[in-house]
């Protein structure tokens, strides 16, 4: 029996069917289609702990229908499943090349879900069978993509840390350019943004440093999250490098010599980053001596399909090539750049630099491996960065029809564009290749999409323009069908453990809250709690600072020392007293922790002793034996049925506050 509705799926197999016991007891089945390279792994439950339904992640590029099976704590997807009375379901989105750009968008995921249902009845006898596909950023376009353009594939959707269809490459451009002009400011920026800060991050700064910071806001990136800039880097940028210049060619020599482009502004500080100079590799750098210099090349322990990893592949082992010391030290350190080889083995090769840093070359993930194994000391090597600067400022070029707000600052009175626009706009070109298909917000079934106030890679406001989508097809009955939850304090990784949990927190417990919502909505007829209310201003999501006023499903926190969010105090001597208020929006649940980080470790070892309640209040006093300054940090946790001991659902918020102690300037 098969139920695929899709002539290219018409030959489903099986051909593994075993119980196993690691992370929760299931029963695994993997099979795929005979007639393409689709593959799938489906996790049952028990029959004492299954309830109709499945749960089904999809990933931002396809991958291995294997991923979710190395994943632990709140990131194991099968343990959340089968907790929530689901089976899991994972593809490999129709293998690595499946030609078709509707297979991998949205036909190889749809074809697995509905030939999971068949499976479903001999597992379980014949039932109804409930399913909701879920995805985050690349993942997010090919959910809505399933959900805009199939039909009875699934009941629901939960896309979150979504772009918008002029996304690529502009969220990227537009921040490497504020990261190039504003590289030796960006530490005064974010103090100026910390609690206790000037709040104007514009001090300090020349024209051009201005305009570039302004123009990166008004674009959308969050101001508060340049806190990680030293390790944010390019992103996914050199993964669509190389469709930009395929697309668009003509582009990376018109910048350097057309009006209107920034590289023919001889004034431009792009001419003082270009780097354009010959020399020879010294030495070839595997990923074992990297790490020992701590090169920070990036590690990738597990390809489990997260939104910030899964771009890269399956990653290096520890004798390939990931560096070059070259013979001769770059005037100046960059971000991206090409090396072009020379002479020998690799002769002609031309291969993307993640970073160049004296006489280091960091090379990019995505570089033919051949071509990558084949560098030699003593090759001839050409350095020439101009094609990344010239990225950096695409987006000018690229401005959309009406309906994207943030382009406006790059229009006249007339709302014509005042820069000169290229032949085509790529996003929706990267997008349909991506996924098959753009965006338009109409959709069968019900959708919650989860988005974060501190996302760098898919700009918060563009979460927004979606619902905008969906209201213009639904109207006055958008809110029977669709929700929106924003998490402040929140990055666009899909990970449990933070990079800096003292500024960020995990989004996992809301993306778990919404699809248990979200099968509650379809199979029982409960609404979820509210969407998030916001506005959107100069490409900035501003949200109400009270929980009942933002509604959603995330505890807001506020904290002072002293009563107001700095103190300034003597060492040792002096206590200061910290004030912590936590609550809930209406219906998303209790307060069931709240923790305090009193040095900035991020571990936040101090726990109070809390009764789960819709609003807390907390107060602790404390006294700092060393000079300098310090931030103190709270992390209040919500959960939908005050449960603490809960593991997938808890609802995290952070709030900080400055100490400065009397005797140095110094930061700890």
């Excluded at 709140?74 to 030609?99: C, H, K, M, V, W």
């Excluded at 409960?526 to 100069?538: G, L, Q, R, W």
Aim: negative net charge; charged residues 25%.
């Amino acid at each position: 029996m098969n139920e695929t509705h899709d002539e290219d799926f018409r030959e489903p197999y099986v051909d593994v069917d075993e119980w196993r016991d690691t992370p929760v007891r299931h029963r695994y089945v993997h099979g795929g289609f005979a007639d393409n390279g689709t593959r799938f792994s489906i996790y049952f439950p028990p029959d004492d702990a299954y309830q109709g339904r499945f749960f089904q992640h999809i990933t931002p590029v396809p991958g291995s229908e294997h991923q979710a099976q190395t994943a632990r704590g709140q990131e194991d997807r099968i343990s959340f499943a089968a907790s929530s009375g689901a089976y899991f379901l994972e593809t490999n989105g129709g293998g690595a090349d499946p030609g078709d750009p509707t297979i991998a968008g949205f036909r190889a995921n749809a074809a697995a879900a509905r030939h999971s249902r068949v499976v479903a009845q001999r597992v379980y006898g014949h039932h109804r069978v409930h399913g909701y596909a879920y995805g985050g950023s690349g993942g997010g376009f090919r959910t809505i993509a399933g959900a805009e353009n199939t039909d009875g594939a699934w009941d629901g959707f939960v896309p979150y840390v979504i772009g918008s269809p002029m996304a690529i490459p502009n969220v990227f451009s537009v921040r490497m350019h504020a990261q190039r002009v504003l590289r030796h400011r960006l530490d005064s920026i974010v103090d100026a943004l910390e609690p206790g800060g000037s709040g104007d991050p514009y001090a300090g700064l020349d024209s051009e440093e201005r305009a570039a910071l302004a123009e990166v806001t008004a674009m959308g990136f969050p101001p508060r999250a340049w806190f990680g800039h030293r390790t944010m880097g390019m992103h996914a940028f050199t993964a669509l490098y190389g469709g930009m210049r395929l697309v668009d060619p003509g582009y990376f020599e018109d910048f350097w010599t057309l009006p209107g482009y920034l590289g023919a502004d001889s004034g431009s500080s792009v001419h003082r980053d270009r780097l354009r100079y010959a020399c020879e590799i010294a030495a070839v750098i595997t990923a074992r001596e990297a790490a020992r210099l701590g090169l920070g090349v990036p590690h990738i322990p597990d390809a489990r399909g997260g939104v910030d990893h899964a771009f890269r592949g399956t990653g290096a082992d520890e004798d390939s090539v990931v560096a070059l010391r070259l013979a001769v030290s770059a005037s100046i350190d960059a971000q991206g750049a090409e090396l072009t080889v020379r002479t020998g083995q690799a002769e002609g090769q031309s291969l993307v630099l993640r970073e160049v840093r004296g006489d280091l070359a960091l090379l990019d993930e995505q570089n033919d491996p051949s071509a990558v194994t084949a560098l030699r000391p003593g090759d001839r090597v050409d350095v020439d960065n101009g094609n990344f600067l010239a990225a950096q400022t695409y987006h000018r070029h690229q401005v959309p029809p009406d309906g994207f707000p943030v382009w406006d600052r790059f229009r006249d009175a007339a709302g014509k564009p005042v820069p000169p626009q290229r032949p085509q706009l790529l996003g929706p070109l990267f997008s349909l290749g991506a996924t098959g298909a753009v965006q338009t917000g109409k959709f069968a079934g019900k959708m919650i999409v989860v988005a974060c106030l501190l996302d760098r890679e898919a700009f918060p406001w563009q979460a927004d323009w979606y619902r905008s989508a969906v209201r213009h097809h639904l109207g006055d009955a958008t809110d029977e069908h669709f929700r929106l939850w924003y998490v402040d304090n929140a990055l666009h990784g899909d990970e449990e453990i933070q990079e800096d949990p003292t500024r960020s927190v995990s989004y996992l417990g809301v993306l778990h809250q919404a699809l248990r919502d979200l099968s509650a909505w379809v199979e029982q007829g409960m609404p979820p709690v509210a969407s998030t209310d916001c506005t959107i201003d100069d490409g900035q999501v501003v949200v109400p600072s009270s929980a009942a006023a933002q509604r959603g499903v995330q505890p807001v926190v506020q904290l002072t020392v002293d009563g107001a969010d700095r103190a300034d105090v003597r060492p040792g001597e002096e206590q200061v007293t910290l004030c912590a208020v936590g609550e809930v929006p209406p219906g998303a649940g209790k307060i069931v922790a709240v923790q305090w980080d009193l040095d900035g470790a991020g571990t936040f070892p101090v726990t109070e002793d809390v009764t789960p309640a819709e609003r807390v209040r907390v107060e602790r006093r404390h006294a700092f034996s060393s000079p300098g300054t310090h931030f103190v940090t709270v992390r209040v946790r919500s959960e939908r049925d005050g449960d603490a001991s809960a593991l997938f659902t808890r609802v995290d918020n952070t709030a900080r506050v400055r100490v400065v102690v009397a005797g140095t300037g110094h930061t700890d």
